[in-house]
């Protein structure tokens, strides 16, 4: 972090979640960093254009708008080029890691429906001609990936869950806007409006209702953590018996360092763990401490766990939430 400028770095750290609803939201942010509005979009557009962020917008909620899993394959290393570029070219896939395990193409899926899911990852398994490791979620503990980037590791709320209500049937192409990315422009609800055929009044009211709804979990900049030097990304999985899994999730995602933690389906005599944790470190010595002081929560002892650390990342966009988008 030290190497960003100072308006980049107080851009990333403070404005990772709620983005102004206001109709000029950029012109707020520069009132609070004490710039101007063009000063704000400028930076904004570079970080975007360098890969340091992916958007300013929106992550959705998993399997509110549409349906969504996390899978695996198991990738010969003479292959994984290949394979990787046949995960990601498939439309619904937004993200897409290698990880040092067996199982080391690591990908989310995303679609409209559940059917156009499943026929995603069919036609995944098709062309790679490889198995594939579909674990879906239930139940989040903690899905905000925001964190503050300087300062001490701070521990996450728990999840608040999901007013599922709140989803308009006209709904779904905001959120599909929101995860592809707001336009960097003075008004960019406006111009989103324009491109729905709504007022700009609308898009601001329907983005405050389904964020206070947590389908969208997050409104802000969303950033790349590895360009800005958070490298030492780990996934740790946990065999977690199903009286201990409400426990063990919550003390772990409330422990600072861990930014995600979410209970996912197991597949008997293949994949055995249950609780997905995310921590995010500078090194791997930094994301190694954040383990070793979570396995020692009362809740979390003695169960085993795996490190799965990424070594790449092939894709990372938004979601894809509605069929026009694909």
């Known amino acids: 972090m030290d190497?960003?400028?100072?308006?980049?770095?107080?851009?990333?750290?403070?404005?990772?979640?709620?983005?102004?609803?206001?109709?000029?939201?950029?012109?707020?942010?520069?009132?609070?960093?004490?710039?101007?509005e063009a000063a704000v979009l400028a930076r904004l557009v570079a970080l975007q254009a360098a890969g340091t962020i992916a958007r300013v917008g929106a992550t959705v909620r998993p399997n509110t708008a549409g349906a969504s899993t996390l899978a695996?394959?198991?990738?010969?290393a003479a292959r994984i080029e290949a394979v990787a570029a046949l995960v990601g070219a498939e439309p619904g896939v937004n993200h897409s890691y290698l990880r040092e395990h067996r199982w080391n193409l690591w990908f989310v899926a995303t679609a409209p429906d559940a059917d156009a899911l499943a026929a995603s990852?069919?036609?995944?398994?098709?062309?790679?001609?490889?198995?594939?490791l579909d674990l879906p979620l239930l139940r989040a503990f903690n899905i905000d990936l925001g964190f503050r980037l300087g300062g001490a590791r701070a521990a996450a709320g728990p999840d608040r869950g999901v007013d599922g209500a709140a989803l308009l049937p006209g709904d779904r192409p905001l959120l599909q806007a929101l995860t592809q990315g707001l336009p960097l422009v003075a008004r960019p609800y406006a111009a989103v409006?324009?491109?729905?055929?709504?007022?700009?009044?609308?898009?601001?009211d329907r983005i405050g209702a389904l964020?206070?709804?947590?389908?969208?979990t997050r409104v802000g900049v969303i950033v790349r953590h590895r360009a800005i030097g958070w490298a030492a990304n780990a996934m740790?999985?946990?065999?977690v018996p199903a009286a201990r899994m409400a426990a063990a999730g919550a003390a772990l995602a409330a422990h600072p360092g861990v930014t995600l933690c979410y209970q996912r389906q197991?597949?008997?005599?293949?994949?055995?763990?249950?609780?997905?944790?995310?921590?995010?470190?500078?090194?791997?010595?930094?994301?190694?401490?954040?383990?070793?002081?979570?396995?020692?929560?009362?809740?979390?002892a003695g169960l085993?766990?795996?490190?799965?650390?990424?070594?790449?990342?092939?894709?990372?966009?938004?979601?894809?939430?509605?069929?026009?988008a694909a």
Not at 3 to 28: K, S
Not at 211 to 216: E, F, N, S, V
């Open 3 to 36: 190497r960003l400028p100072a308006l980049d770095h107080r851009l990333l750290d403070e404005f990772q979640r709620d983005l102004p609803l206001v109709p000029q939201p950029f012109a707020a942010i520069a009132a609070a960093l004490g710039v101007t």
């Open 72 to 76: 695996a394959l198991a990738v010969p």
């Open 121 to 132: 990852l069919a036609r995944i398994g098709a062309s790679t001609g490889l198995a594939v």
């Open 193 to 204: 409006a324009a491109a729905l055929g709504w007022t700009e009044a609308r898009v601001i």
């Open 211 to 216: 964020a206070a709804a947590r389908i969208l």
């Open 236 to 239: 740790v999985v946990w065999q």
């Open 266 to 300: 197991t597949v008997h005599g293949v994949w055995p763990y249950g609780l997905f944790s995310m921590i995010h470190g500078q090194s791997r010595a930094q994301a190694l401490q954040v383990l070793d002081t979570a396995a020692a929560l009362p809740a979390l």
């Open 304 to 324: 085993p766990n795996r490190v799965l650390f990424s070594t790449r990342c092939f894709k990372q966009t938004g979601a894809l939430l509605h069929p026009e």
